[in-house]
């Protein structure tokens, strides 16, 4: 693997870093304070910046880590993560990943942007670092204290090269402690030069280790060479850490998750009784120090500064804690040991868990995409083979004939293992979405939420991927026409902050997504004066509310006062609808007066294939979705009703339900068929309650291949798609929608006989 192949890996896994990022960060918006939350929002920008590092993406280290320095303030409670923080922190994913995708696609950054961000992260830092630390305190004081084993020394400053110095303070040690159990980690942790390549610091990664509980550290420094042959990129400092802490080894390996490939760590667990004479003298002495978390806080830089001198007494200090952490050392040598055995089944507990956990691989989707071809021209065949052996088979009890079933069985297996292949949750474009909210919030001065439910719904590739488009226009025009302003929000009694509602759920075998809002809703009596204005309808035409919401969607049509970045010029929900029609979708409006809005898209779930019903209406094949189907029934004539001049209706149970005659729809046929010598489709449509669709006749059910009409012909009202049957013929995927919208009154717009023959 060469090293584009390793970097074009690195931004696969920056996409999914930057979406927990965001992910985090809204649920921290939300009200959630979960620390496990903000662990994850820190090591989405600590592994964006270690992966930086890697490659020399120098102005993606640099601001990440100016992110990271303020996240970890907010990890370690001394930044409290408020709203105006959150916002701050909101702008800078944006920023983050501007600079990620500039470093993938070479494009560019505004640096006037990163760098004010830069600048609001850092006094965010600094300032609530500073307020969060306790006032220095006087030398009298620290004096009268007698509690107080050794003076206070003041915390040292980073210099302009990274160093910090640390000075240890060391409490009284008893020369014979009281017997204690002690659940104790012992961490081996010998940094490679990797680890400092790619932005980590073994300093951070001692003071989360100290967060776990009480801890002890001793550096190695003995492979330190003399200064003239010493080199820079060399890690020649190791550290031995003894740890008390309930966490236990899963605990401590956690810290150094993001760094084990680039350092050797040796981590035991112990719980031994700890007496105070029960050590050997014959031990090397480890010496113990105690961690103090303050003292390895980020700090302002600052020069000038001495470095503070122990005094004898902190000498003496050390000499004892070093001979009583000796007697510690021992015994902690020997619980290893006994310790062996447990530590053997817990490594082998976690490679079993890892090796049962679901495992990955990243496969480009273009070769999906031909695997998917493929199986639909095998369902295809299969379907022109079976066809050919029933057509010569009149028994059908050959061998061949059975083995054909068993290959229509595997073959639909087959078919619906690559569809789950391609199916992918929703997540990802809605949390896109979040992003256009607080934009387009930013540019017209309004306050709003957004919320989404039902991100992991799961849907074909190829929709999710012609989605953001079209939401991205709803979702400018719900907060941009949709909201009212804050102070006109709360002179009517509403909430200041505006709300816009993402959703999307599964329904009858397609995807449902809705986008509402609750602002001022469609002004109707603007938008019908709009389209007289505009000569799209007459002055005195008598529409439905249903009808001029529609109108929205006529390009050019905007009911914008004047043109703005946003709108004015009536490009957007004609594109929104263009976008849903292309993918075989719909969408419908409903509004109230100041309530709001809710805009629902229908979608199916897959652009490869369906299960549908094959029908014969004129001489002509259609086939219709199976989906949509409730029940079929033969029309009985004395559950036929007339009502008004050509309209009929179907009594079933009880109930009566509109019949439609798909052919005279169609225009297959300039009459209506009696009703006696066809077949009724019960029906539901999105908005359109049940129909019976009317047909000649019933072929079968079977799995079709989608083969889109626009991309082969052209939009056909009436008609999702087009596909190919066993005996080689082209049929009509029929758009039940679309016909059951006709038979309310809305004609179609075309005649579509001849594409229907041809």
């Avoid at 009480?214 to 740890?243: G, T």
């Avoid at 849907?459 to 939401?471: R, S, W």
């Avoid at 946003?566 to 490009?571: A, Y």
Wanted: hydrophobic share 40%; aromatic share 4%.
């Amino acid at each position: 693997m060469d090293m584009n192949e390793i970097k074009e890996i690195f931004f696969q896994e920056c996409e999914e870093q930057l979406a927990e990022l965001e992910s985090g960060l809204l649920k921290l918006n939300d009200g959630d304070r979960d620390p496990e939350t903000v662990n994850a929002v820190f090591r989405a920008v600590h592994s964006i910046k270690g992966g930086a590092g890697a490659f020399g993406l120098d102005d993606l280290v640099s601001f990440a880590h100016v992110f990271e320095t303020t996240l970890d303030c907010v990890r370690s409670n001394k930044l409290e993560p408020t709203q105006d923080v959150l916002k701050v922190m909101l702008k800078s994913a944006d920023v983050l990943a501007d600079l990620t995708n500039a470093a993938r696609d070479g494009g560019s950054v505004d640096e006037a942007r990163s760098r004010t961000l830069i600048r609001e992260l850092e006094a965010l830092a600094h300032g609530e670092t500073h307020a969060a630390e306790p006032a220095a305190p006087k030398p009298v004081a620290a004096a009268s204290k007698p509690a107080e084993p050794a003076p206070v020394v003041a915390k040292p400053d980073v210099n302009d090269e990274g160093f910090q110095p640390i000075p240890f303070s060391f409490g009284d040690f008893d020369d014979e402690p009281a017997a204690q159990y002690v659940p104790t980690c012992q961490i081996v942790f010998r940094p490679n030069r990797e680890l400092y390549a790619k932005g980590n610091e073994a300093v951070l990664l001692l003071r989360d280790l100290s967060r776990l509980g009480e801890m002890s550290v001793y550096c190695d420094m003995d492979r330190l060479p003399p200064l003239d042959k010493m080199n820079p990129e060399e890690a020649y400092f190791s550290w031995k850490v003894s740890v008390t802490t309930d966490k236990g080894e899963d605990g401590v390996r956690s810290v150094f998750e993001f760094a084990e490939w680039d350092c050797e760590l040796d981590v035991r667990t112990i719980e031994e009784e700890i007496v105070g004479d029960a050590a050997d003298d014959d031990e090397p002495p480890m010496q113990a120090v105690p961690f103090d978390l303050s003292l390895l806080e980020d700090g302002p830089a600052a020069g000038g500064e001495e470095e503070p001198v122990a005094s004898e007494s902190d000498a003496a200090a050390a000499i004892a804690a070093a001979d009583t952490a000796s007697k510690v050392a021992q015994v902690a040598s020997r619980a290893a040991e006994n310790a062996k055995a447990a530590a053997a089944a817990a490594t082998a507990a976690q490679a079993n868990q890892a090796s049962a956990a679901g495992q990955t691989i990243r496969v480009d989707l273009d070769r999906v995409d031909r695997l998917i071809n493929l199986v639909g021209e095998l369902v295809i065949n299969q379907a022109m083979l079976s066809q050919s052996v029933v057509e010569n088979d009149n028994n059908g009890v050959s061998s061949i004939n059975m083995g054909l079933e068993e290959l229509q069985q595997l073959t639909r297996e087959i078919q619906d293992s690559v569809m789950a292949i391609r199916a992918q949750p929703v997540k990802p474009v809605f949390q896109r979405m979040a992003r256009t909210v607080r934009e387009i919030a930013d540019i017209t001065g309004k306050s709003v939420r957004l919320i989404t439910e039902g991100e992991n719904t799961e849907v074909d590739k190829t929709v999710i991927d012609k989605l953001a488009e079209p939401l991205t226009h709803m979702i400018r025009n719900a907060v941009d026409h949709g909201l009212e302003m804050p102070e006109k929000r709360e002179a009517l009694g509403k909430n200041p902050e505006g709300t816009v509602r993402l959703t999307a759920k599964h329904r009858s075998g397609r995807i449902v997504i809705e986008l509402a809002d609750d602002g001022a809703g469609i002004n109707r009596e603007k938008v019908r004066q709009k389209a007289i204005d505009n000569d799209l309808i007459a002055a005195d035409a008598n529409l439905s509310d249903e009808e001029i919401d529609n109108l929205i969607f006529h390009a050019g049509f905007s009911t914008a006062d004047k043109v703005s970045d946003l709108s004015g010029r009536g490009v957007g929900m004609d594109v929104v609808k263009r976008s849903i029609q292309a993918l075989g979708g719909r969408i419908s409006i409903s509004s109230k007066p100041g309530q709001g809005s809710v805009f629902t898209m229908s979608l199916p779930l897959t652009l490869a294939v369906l299960d549908g019903m094959v029908v014969t209406v004129a001489g002509q094949t259609l086939v219709v979705p199976l989906t949509a189907i409730v029940e079929t029934l033969q029309p009985e004539a004395s559950a036929i009703h007339s009502f008004g001049a050509s309209q009929r209706l179907i009594s079933i149970r009880n109930s009566f339900c509109p019949l439609v005659d798909v052919g005279r729809i169609l225009n297959f046929r300039s009459t209506q068929a009696n009703p006696m010598d066809g077949v009724a489709l019960l029906v539901e449509s999105e908005g359109g309650g049940q129909r019976a669709l009317m047909v000649d006749a019933i072929q079968g059910q079977r799995q079709v291949v989608i083969k889109s009409l626009e991309a082969n012909y052209t939009h056909v009202p009436g008609i999702a798609a087009a596909t190919i049957l066993g005996d080689g013929r082209v049929a009509l995927i029929l758009d039940v929608d679309a016909v059951v919208a006709a038979s309310r009154g809305q004609p179609l717009r075309q005649d579509i006989s001849l594409a229907a023959t041809g």
